[in-house]
């Protein structure tokens, strides 16, 4: 069962000791940026003039299952937008919307994740999720970061890796040795391979904008706790 971006990054963001989800806000936005990011590898949104722009699909104005049906629906929603934005702007929408939850759902009706209702202190209420196939998991952290020592990776890789940085996670990814070295190592990975310039630009505008709504959110829970 093929996984789309958005599911393999959010399972990465699972605990390597005991399987269980991290909802930390930074993974969140990745999750909800990876959605547009399938949109821009299967060539489907573009950038131009700094603006995300829906390259329409079929004559019946959809996808024919090019794309899963979470990146379909936030494609038509950009396509049918009155005025062109930038990405960032879909990703703080993808963020409202709570697509990391929608993925989350979807791969707890497929079986990938286990839900299971406990309660804080016995008192409040919550859900854990924890991961059903470490193995499977373990197989994109391992092609992830074979990516970013030089062992090779293909486009799609390679835009988990900038989504994973941008969601603050690529440091578990990089060999405590190379960390020095990581924005260099990153910057280069970007640049390919591609199947279109317009491809890469794309994936990269939008890795952009996420780790610009998490510096974002950072800056506004920073200045809550000081005031």
């Known amino acids: 069962m093929e996984l789309t971006p958005a599911e393999e990054l959010l399972l990465v963001c699972s605990s390597t000791t005991n399987g269980r989800l991290s909802a930390r806000e930074p993974c969140t936005i990745a999750v909800a940026g990876a959605v547009l990011v399938e949109l821009a590898l299967h060539g489907r949104v573009v950038v131009r003039e700094r603006r995300l722009i829906a390259v329409d699909g079929g004559d019946d104005g959809r996808l024919g299952g090019q794309v899963g049906p979470r990146a379909e629906e936030w494609w038509k929603r950009v396509r049918a937008h009155d005025r062109t934005r930038q990405p960032r702007y879909w ?3 993808a963020v409202t919307d709570k697509v990391y939850a929608k993925v ?3 791969l707890g009706d497929r079986g990938l994740l286990r839900s299971e209702r406990r309660r804080a202190l016995g008192l ?3 859900t854990r999720w924890t991961v059903t196939d470490p193995a499977a ?3 994109i952290r391992e092609r992830m970061a074979r990516a970013v020592s030089g062992g090779g990776a293909d486009e799609r890789t390679v835009a988990l890796v900038l989504l994973a940085d941008a969601g603050q996670l690529s440091r578990a990814l990089l060999p405590r040795a190379d ?4 924005k260099e190592t990153l910057k280069k990975l970007s640049q390919g391979p ?3 310039e317009e491809t890469g630009e794309a994936v990269r505008a939008v890795a952009k904008a996420v780790g610009a709504v998490v510096s974002a959110a950072q800056a506004a829970h920073a200045a809550q706790a000081s005031g």
């Open 179 to 182: 960390r020095r070295s990581r």
């Open 104 to 106: 989350r759902s979807g």
């Open 124 to 126: 409040f209420p919550y």
């Open 137 to 139: 998991v373990l197989g």
């Open 91 to 93: 990703v703080r929408a």
């Open 194 to 196: 591609w199947t279109g």
